[in-house]
């Protein structure tokens, strides 16, 4: 498989937005002078860019790089999943080495099953099974086999045995116990972002971390019987199909955590989204997710938007309300919501919010790469409790202005956050200075750590 290809391939499309991005908000900045039609060279730069994607995804088709990735993708996804089957299912559970972990304190769902996922990757790199305690779950008392299926099918239970508490994570002890939802920053190599070493090698991805994330979750994240009879009923209700864009538009109580944003914000990238598409095949209906904790906002793009299909139901929005929740309604709301978010083919919302991150997680479990397909209004992806994240320089940066800060090739960047206007933010490790920078002069390191590699498990 041609993995330099494929990685130049979606380095280049996306420069050609970080360009778009520039281009569209100096020029934005011109219209306030007045001097120069303005929306003519925002509307011919966004053509000129459309086009440009859609040469790239020919290339990339013609070059038959895709189905190669593709294929590869799958099967790697394939075995990770058959290895998390082989760790949660063993043969004598008395004697199984576990890691013991509980859902059963006040958060939401997306930072209970993230979670869950820390635990789940403790296990992969300790050879261990995860025993979950859902006893107490302010979701639903009836605990977690209520709406999932269970992470094992022959290990339950973390009884008997010796303890030791996370961080410590000896071998010689039987159980690891996470005592509450304590992240250890200072914790072993193995904590996000690390890959596995021998997926990451073969792995064709803009994004390995997120993909290996996005496994971990898809083998939790597994609606029951009486669940996926819900959802595929509720799917018909709605009429969900392609295309469709999932957006989340998240306010209520996260309002003193990230700043809420307006409805054209998000409209604004379902628009792009759809006028990039019909360059490539005819569309017919724009069909978009609606996924919110906030009542009237459906209501609202509806009336704004009349020329898109807004799937999505007041029934998930009140059961999201801050009050409302911690129910059964409020669990089957947001696994609801999450699952069409997570199976629409580009996603907006904001990284901030852990159901955004899950659902572009979960997205990249298919086997396309679908690192591109989302647009964050704030923050850029990252995992609670993770290790720096270092981006890389890949070309030189001499500051224009006083806020920017120098690059030179080779150079370590701590992001703190992308602007999505050309510019990042961030430390240079070198020279310890803070401030803009142009995004497409970096790229992020994968951080990789020697996972075992369980050679039993066979496809
Ligand atoms: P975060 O606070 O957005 O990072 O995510 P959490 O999952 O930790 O907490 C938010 C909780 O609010 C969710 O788990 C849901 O219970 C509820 N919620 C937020 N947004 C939505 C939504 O779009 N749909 C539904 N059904 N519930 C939501």
């Known amino acids: 498989t041609n993995k330099p290809y494929a990685s130049k391939h979606r380095h280049i499309l996306n420069n050609i937005e970080e360009f778009w991005f520039y281009v569209q908000s100096e020029v934005r900045k011109l219209k306030k002078s007045n001097a120069v039609d303005v929306d003519k060279i925002l509307d011919l730069t966004s053509q000129f860019k459309r086009s440009l994607m859609t040469d790239m995804e020919e290339l990339g088709t013609l070059a038959g790089g895709d189905t190669l990735a593709e294929r590869q993708n799958r099967r790697l996804g394939e075995l990770v999943q058959a290895r998390l089957r082989h760790i949660q299912n063993p043969r004598d559970c008395k004697t199984a080495r576990k890691v013991s972990c509980q859902i059963n304190w006040a958060c939401g769902f997306g930072c209970q099953l993230h979670h869950v996922t820390y635990c789940l990757i403790i296990a992969y790199a300790t050879n261990r099974t995860l025993v979950l305690d859902s006893t107490g779950w302010n979701y639903h008392s009836g605990g977690w086999e209520e709406m999932f299926e269970p992470l094992s099918q022959t290990c339950r239970t973390a009884t008997e045995g010796s303890v030791i ?138 009336q704004k938007y009349p020329a898109y299909t807004i799937l999505g139901d007041a029934s998930t929005v009140e059961a999201a309300s801050s009050d409302r929740r911690y129910s059964t309604a409020g669990l089957l709301g947001i696994i609801t919501d999450l699952y069409f978010l997570s199976h629409s083919d580009y996603l907006v919302c904001t990284f901030s919010s852990q159901i955004c991150r899950i659902a572009y997680e979960l997205l990249n479990t298919d086997h396309r790469d679908a690192s591109l397909n989302f647009k964050s209004l704030d923050d850029i992806w990252f995992f609670a409790g993770q290790r720096d994240n270092i981006q890389l320089a890949v070309l030189d940066h001499t500051p224009q202005t006083a806020d920017q800060i120098e690059l030179r090739v080779g150079d370590e960047v701590k992001p703190a956050g992308n602007h999505w206007d050309g510019f990042s933010r961030g430390t240079n490790l070198r020279t310890n200075r803070h401030g803009l920078y142009p995004s497409f002069k970096v790229i992020s390191r994968v951080e990789t750590y020697k996972f075992p590699t369980y050679p039993e498990v066979k496809l």
Do not use: C
Not at 173 to 184: E, P, R, V
Not at 202 to 221: A, C, D, R, T
Not at 295 to 300: D, L, P, R, T, Y
């Open 165 to 302: 508490y996370w961080p410590d994570h000896k071998p010689d002890k039987q159980i690891i116990k996470l005592a509450s939802q304590t992240y250890s920053l200072s914790g072993p190599g193995f904590i996000p972002r690390a890959v596995p070493q021998d997926i990451a090698q073969e792995l064709i991805h803009g994004e390995p971390i997120v993909w290996w994330v996005g496994q971990i979750v898809k083998y939790i994240f597994k609606p029951n019987a009486k669940v996926r009879a819900m959802l595929s009923h509720h799917a018909q209700q709605i009429g969900f199909s392609h295309p469709v864009v999932g957006v989340h538009i998240r306010r209520t109580d996260k309002g003193s955590e990230a700043a809420p944003h307006p409805i054209h914000e998000y409209m604004r990238h379902v628009e792009e989204y759809y006028a990039q598409l019909s360059l490539q095949v005819n569309v017919t209906e724009r069909k978009v997710y609606v996924a919110t904790d906030e009542k009237g906002v459906i209501m609202e793009i509806r």
